[in-house]
């Protein structure tokens, strides 16, 4: 499953704001924005819970 990391790294940030300054491309830089990571699929809270499937979610870059 993909899932989107946003990496709350202050220094990162900070770097990220002073570049986009420059240039708006640095908000699209793959080490300074947030990216989609593999990770496990998570269990749901509650037996009556159920998952949902996005129209969209073989949509790839």
Known sequence: MQTLVIDM????????????????AALLCPLLSPAPVDSAR????RPDW????????????
Not at 9 to 24: K, M
Not at 50 to 61: E, M, N, T, W, Y
């Open 9 to 24: 790294d202050i220094p990162r940030i900070v770097l990220t704001q002073l570049l986009s300054r420059i240039s708006p």
């Open 42 to 45: 998570p269990a749901l809270p």
């Open 50 to 61: 159920v998952r949902a499937q996005s129209p969209v979610r073989h949509l790839r870059q």
